[in-house]
């Protein structure tokens, strides 16, 4: 894989994000990003079931949780809890070196009156719909355990994962937010229309990417009107759904465009965009450069 394309999702039936795991047959995602991968310097809104951390390593961006900016300056960082909606950006176009990982709570679901007891009253818990984390007490640990599983999973890039060292701090992770978070009034999550909605339309869109897409069919797709699916868009992701889906097409083309050498016409045509001209303007417009030059750029790089 390379590091210098954005990570692409897909979705599942119930329009969760599939998580590319390090390996697929274990649930934990460890990956060093880059902001200016993404168009516009903005990823893509998404959302999981595992727990995502989020270390800003160097520059700084911003972070949408379900609607919800939240200011990510260097040293800092975020846990987004399991289903939230997110993703990060930076409206001024700015770097900024991150690290990203994600881990699903399952890896802790060993014993199941454990995993009810201790793990969903921090999962499950709707008071924490993100956490943002600094370098200062137990929030600290978080950041300082995080890295530690980003530094041991770097360390063994080509060689076996230590996955006892990550189980191992994963938990004491869990450990900390357990014991600091107010989760004796733990609360059932509160399921929001609105959310359910947009989670539809998302999945929608990663589904028929390649193909022609319009306003109806999009708000058909979550049994609302087309004026409802403008505004759910405008409120929760803070960009229309042309402007998404737009985005999600150009960082789709990115994965064609660096690992192979099919021609901008066909890379195009497979991402949904109807000539390879609009292809072309949309890339400049978000990217600043052209889809070959970027190509010539990237390789020049490896």
Request: aromatic content about 14%.
């Amino acid at each position: 894989m390379n590091d210098n394309i954005p990570y692409c999702s897909t979705f599942n039936l119930d329009a969760s994000e599939t998580v590319a795991y390090n390996n697929p047959l274990f649930p934990a995602y460890v990956r060093p990003g880059v902001l200016s991968t993404y168009p516009d310097y903005s990823a893509v809104s998404h959302w999981h079931k595992d727990l995502e951390f989020i270390v800003i390593k160097k520059g700084s961006m911003t972070y949408n949780v379900n609607g919800e900016l939240i200011e990510l300056p260097e040293g800092s960082g975020i846990m987004v809890n399991s289903r939230q909606l997110h993703y990060g950006f930076s409206a001024q176009h700015k770097e900024c070196e991150f690290i990203c990982i994600l881990l699903l709570p399952d890896l802790l679901s060993g014993n199941e009156w454990f995993y009810h007891n201790y793990i969903e009253p921090v999962t499950e818990n709707s008071l924490y719909p993100y956490l943002y984390l600094e370098r200062k007490g137990w929030q600290k640990s978080i950041l300082e355990n995080a890295e530690r599983i980003y530094s041991v999973f770097a360390a063994k890039m080509g060689h076996e994962i230590p996955y006892f060292e990550l189980i191992d701090a994963f938990l004491d992770i869990m450990k900390i937010l357990y014991e600091n978070l107010d989760v004796k009034t733990n609360e059932t999550p509160k399921k929001s229309n609105d959310l359910t909605s947009l989670k539809s339309m998302l999945a929608y869109i990663e589904e028929h990417f390649s193909q022609q897409i319009t306003l109806e069919n999009l708000s058909l797709s979550g049994a609302c009107c087309k004026s409802r699916c403008s505004l759910l868009f405008k409120r929760y992701l803070r960009e229309t759904p042309m402007t998404y889906v737009a985005k999600l097409r150009l960082q789709k083309s990115l994965v064609t465009l660096l690992d192979s050498d099919k021609s901008i016409a066909d890379i195009a045509y497979e991402c949904g965009f109807c000539t390879a001209s609009y292809y072309c303007e949309t890339f400049q417009k978000y990217y600043g450069i052209s889809p070959l030059k970027y190509r010539r750029n990237q390789n020049e790089r490896k």
